[in-house]
């Protein structure tokens, strides 16, 4: 696994990584449990031998607070840990709900507007109107979420070092 940062790790909001290690489930939990444990005064977390959650401590907690979601599997008889880094679910999924949302207003505003101004109909004149709103609450959903994620840059980088320490290690060289 490669560990430099690349322009796909700006640009994604939720880098994702996938490795292969000859420890068991089991193992790797319990690794991963000593290395939280020793550097308990920086992360927290939540481990079991299939899934982890794994977060910085911070005094502010900023809504786009990232973590870091482990996953141990078994493919092929071997030992697969998947990764991703971001917002928590409850988070990611607000805002995929907003972008939604809106975009379905706008077009159907715009639809609106349209299908007016084809049948020569003046029952709708605000519907323009309130598609540009809703472009404009798109904008301002992505901005909030680009500002969350510059605000929580930070902590996605001692994330990543958090991944690279305890995790990397133990990856299968093929």
Known sequence: ????????????????????TNLTKEEYAENLK???AEHNDEFS???NKEVATICVKT??????KPTLA???????????IRGIFGPSSAVWT???FLYFSFSILWMVFFSMYYVEKQ??????PWALNASFVMLLLIAITY???RFGQHKAKGEMLKLRKFVEESTLQFEKKD
């Not at 696994?1 to 996938?18: A, G, Y």
């Not at 482990?70 to 697969?80: F, G, H, K, P, S």
């Open 1 to 20: 696994m490669k560990t430099e940062e690349t322009t796909i790790d700006k640009i994604r909001t939720r880098p994702r990584f996938k490795m292969f």
């Open 34 to 36: 000593k290395y939280l």
């Open 45 to 47: 977390g939540n481990i």
């Open 59 to 64: 005094e502010d907690e900023g809504y786009w």
């Open 70 to 80: 482990l996953r141990v599997e078994i493919e092929d008889e071997q030992t697969a």
């Open 94 to 96: 607000f805002f995929m």
């Open 119 to 124: 049948i020569n109909s003046h029952d709708f």
């Open 143 to 145: 901005a909030a979420a």
